[in-house]
């Protein structure tokens, strides 16, 4: 049984991370353990630190949440992820819900919705915030996965592929990009020329405007 649960905060903006932390040191259950600001950052601490929770925003830089959530649930089912976001709609809480979080609350939530969230998802329970309308939670619930079209996976892109092609569109080099990932100059060129011919996408500009269509970035 967890007396204090060692929580990961992952958000890009500094001052909500402080506010987000000052909220949770504040209850004796609860120990901060570290921050990240991007979505490869959170993958890489939840590794090192092995938390008991991880808070994650959605809309990140290098890496956005729904990504990080997959990639971290693969390699730590055990961990729990608590989305806080500003996103209402269903399709945010369906995609994160699918990537793995076990609870999804809103950044204009009550501080006692969040731990209360907290408390619910290190039970083994699904915490939904009780400001998300009934309507958008009926339907998640009444979806069909093979109704529901999502253009990012009507091409079969790796998970390396998206990730590249966020990058790209945010205006990263390759070289960048080779650092961000880990991976060599010559598997990023790889992966990008990859997903070019898969997408059929003929420059930066286009790369750009697939991301921006299909939600990789803002």
């Not at 809309?59 to 990639?71: C, D, L, V, Y």
């Not at 809480?93 to 793995?100: I, M, N, P, R, W």
């Not at 006692?112 to 619930?141: M, P, R, W």
């Not at 003929?202 to 970035?217: D, E, F, P, Q, W």
């Amino acid at each position: 049984m967890i007396t204090t649960a060692k929580i990961l905060i992952v958000d890009d903006h500094t001052i909500l991370r402080a506010g987000i932390r000052s909220l949770l040191t504040s209850a004796p259950d609860f120990e901060v353990v570290g921050e990240a600001a991007n979505g490869i950052d959170a993958i890489s601490y939840a590794n090192q630190l092995k938390p008991n929770v991880i808070i994650c925003d959605l809309s990140m830089p290098k890496t956005n949440g729904t990504e990080a959530i997959q990639r971290i649930k693969s390699r730590h089912p055990e961990i729990k992820i608590l989305v806080l976001t500003v996103h209402k709609a269903e399709e945010q809480v369906h995609d994160s819900l699918t990537a793995g979080a076990d609870g999804y609350v809103l950044k204009d939530d009550s501080s006692d919705e969040l731990f209360q969230a907290i408390k619910n998802i290190l039970a083994g329970k699904i915490h939904l915030s009780s400001s998300i309308c009934g309507d958008i939670v009926t339907g998640y619930l009444a979806t069909d996965n093979n109704n529901k079209e999502d253009s990012t996976c009507s091409v079969p892109l790796t998970t390396r592929e998206r990730e590249v092609i966020k990058l790209v569109a945010e205006g990263y080099r390759n070289k960048d990009i080779a650092g961000y990932l880990s991976i060599s100059l010559k598997t990023v060129e790889k992966h990008r020329s990859n997903m070019m011919k898969k997408l059929n996408l003929h420059n930066t500009s286009s790369i750009t405007s697939y991301a921006i269509k299909n939600g990789l970035i803002q």
